[in-house]
């Protein structure tokens, strides 16, 4: 051990806070929090301790400490989850789930709430709901409130003086609260009935929806009592029977947990009202040393740090550690009562079942094909002699078809699976006039990574660039410019599939049958992909404002209104001349045809 780690070592206080420990390169290598600075992370560099084989060998990089200190362990608890899923640390259990799952909003800060779809849940005023899984189901209930309740789904704060009701009015997929066809306390009663709907509570919605079923029915009013029978229908038929479904009213989140030696997976099921309403699955690949209370502990404040929501009760296949200060934590960031419950009999136990069934066969699924998977990274770090296995692979591509809206891509493969949520794409600045595939590529790169530097992440095992020697030079001064000469960097060439590496001159020709190979060329055929679906999308964006642009009368704001209600100008083409009327007026419908011609 250095003498300037023992000194750090010798100056650690005796009082609770979060330590972080360093590799010689000043990289995370882990993150911890302890009651005693002093005592827990002395304890790692005791041999009497037995530690395991991945202990040993994080102790063995160690070269340095840093630690800050805390009021309470609870402070130390969010602290410690914080800089975790800042920093990514190597050696701690990570909570990653590589679906990004969308979530539905309701904003009840704004005057007149609005629906929207959103990846990113926030704590603020307005109302969230999901992860909706699949994704595809997001849009299916946000269509689904339009048609049953009214809530709008169109963007922004609505104006006191508003324009006409727009074609989601029309079609019966809006109460249009901005051209005055319903009141605000009408809106607002559809909104609250919105809400009670997405929070899957079925009961409470059922009763104010029979009261105004009859409310209206007294009054005669038998249109709008026969909209409240049809949503009483609707919520009959969301009542599928299900296998973990209960006659309850319960918020509850049933875990399931499956480990086979280092490598673990989780599945958290949604219960919301009694019934199952989503899930989502989480994959460790490597749980380390930890034994399964440890490791599902820490997976549970990871999980509910970012959660849009907390529920009542929280289903256990097994007790976790620290259960009294999560149990604390979590009361704090719910702002409500919760439990955490390893359950022994009824229909809770079948619930923790059911999800651990679930994490079980998709454990199999998972690391069955992420074995592959890691046998390849692992070959490639043969031929490319690089010191370990690249467990992170970033990989750019240029595309500028016939020279236009020249843009670049960067996918990733985190343990040689896709990370697509960690997919970049880039829009070309510094090149003019004729295109520039160097040029490009070495501004991308660096861009890229002075970013990196600035938030001070950590860097990718691997940088790989599309294209041959010319490319890979242009990606290496961009690097050098950075001070990441030692960052390892290779590039593929098309038709030959020759890999050429920073410093070497001669190129790598593998079989075709190499995994090596068949890695390198996933990664740059899904950033060509990518980089292409990005160009498509840049060119359509550019012919469509051009051509809604040279009609009379249409303006940004009506262009945006066009594209978000028809989809596309082969949309407004094909639409007719009372759903056109509907959103730009008749006197600009007849612009619109005589540039864009009929539909």
């Not at 947990?257 to 989480?282: C, K, N, P, Q, T």
């Not at 370990?388 to 996918?411: C, Y």
Request: charged residues 30%; contains cysteine; proline residues 4%.
């Amino acid at each position: 051990m250095a003498q300037a780690l023992e000194r750090k070592l010798e100056d650690l206080p005796d009082a609770p806070g979060v330590y972080t420990f360093l590799d010689a390169r000043s990289r995370v290598l882990y993150v911890g929090k302890a009651k005693s600075l002093r005592k827990r992370v002395g304890s790692y560099f005791d041999a009497s301790r037995g530690h395991g084989e991945r202990t040993r060998a994080m102790v063995a990089e160690i070269r340095d400490v840093e630690w800050l200190l805390v009021d309470n362990e609870i402070e130390a608890l969010v602290l410690e989850n914080s800089i975790v899923k800042q920093r990514r640390p190597r050696y701690n259990v990570r909570l990653r789930d590589d679906k990004n799952f969308p979530y539905l909003r309701i904003s009840l800060s704004e005057e007149v709430p609005a629906m929207s779809i959103v990846r990113r849940p926030k704590r603020d005023e307005d109302a969230f709901f999901g992860p909706f899984v699949p994704a595809s189901t997001a849009r299916k209930t946000q269509r689904l409130v339009a048609q049953h309740f009214g809530v709008r789904s169109c963007r922004g704060p609505i104006e006191e003086k508003d324009h006409r009701a727009c074609l989601y009015f029309h079609i019966d997929q809006c109460l249009a609260p901005c051209a005055g066809h319903c009141t605000k306390e009408q809106y607002d009663a559809a909104v609250r009935e919105a809400v009670l709907f997405l929070q899957g509570r079925d009961g409470p919605l059922r009763e104010e929806l029979e009261r105004r079923m009859l409310e209206a029915s007294g009054a005669q009013e038998f249109e709008r009592a026969a909209h409240h029978r049809d949503l009483l229908r609707m919520l009959e038929r969301r009542q599928e029977p299900q296998r973990v479904a209960s006659t309850g009213l319960e918020q509850q989140d049933a875990w399931g947990f499956h480990r086979d030696g280092g490598r673990a997976f989780l599945v958290v099921g949604f219960v919301r009202e009694g019934l199952l309403r989503g899930r989502r699955e989480f994959a460790l690949r490597e749980a380390g040393d930890q034994d399964d209370a440890s490791l599902l502990g820490d997976a549970v404040r990871q999980y509910y740090l970012d959660a849009a929501a907390v529920p009542d009760e929280i289903l256990l296949p097994h007790a976790i550690d620290q259960d009294a200060l999560t149990l604390s934590w979590l009361r704090q960031q719910a702002g409500h009562a919760v439990t955490l419950h390893v359950p022994q009999r009824g229909d809770k136990v079948e619930r923790v079942r059911w999800a651990s069934e679930n994490a079980r066969e998709a454990h199999v699924l998972k690391f069955a094909r992420g074995d592959a998977a890691r046998e390849a990274a692992e070959r490639l770090a043969e031929v490319l002699d690089l010191d370990g296995t690249p467990e992170r692979i970033e990989a750019f591509d240029i595309s500028n078809v016939q020279g236009s809206d020249i843009v670049a891509s960067m996918v990733v493969f985190v343990g040689g699976e896709p990370a697509r949520r960690e997919y970049r794409t880039f829009r070309i600045q510094g090149v003019s006039g004729a295109p520039d595939d160097f040029a490009s590529m070495r501004e991308v790169v660096h861009r890229r990574y002075r970013r990196v530097l600035e938030e001070e992440r950590d860097l990718p095992d691997l940088v790989l660039v599309d294209g041959g020697k010319g490319q890979l030079g242009a990606a290496a001064d961009a690097l050098d410019a950075l001070g990441l000469s030692e960052l390892p960097l290779c590039s593929l060439a098309k038709r030959e599939e020759l890999i050429f590496r920073r410093g070497v001159e001669e190129p790598l020709r593998l079989e075709r049958s190499d995994a090596a190979l068949q890695l390198v060329q996933r990664l740059r055929d899904e950033a060509h992909r990518f980089a292409i679906t990005f160009h498509r999308k840049q060119r359509s964006a550019r012919t469509v404002a051009s051509a809604l642009d040279a009609v009379p009368g249409i303006g940004e704001k009506r262009r945006r209104l066009l594209l978000r209600t028809f989809g596309s100008v082969e949309g407004v083409r094909a639409a007719s001349d009372a759903e056109l009327a509907a959103v730009v007026g008749e006197r600009v419908v007849r612009s619109l045809r005589l540039v864009l011609g009929e539909g």
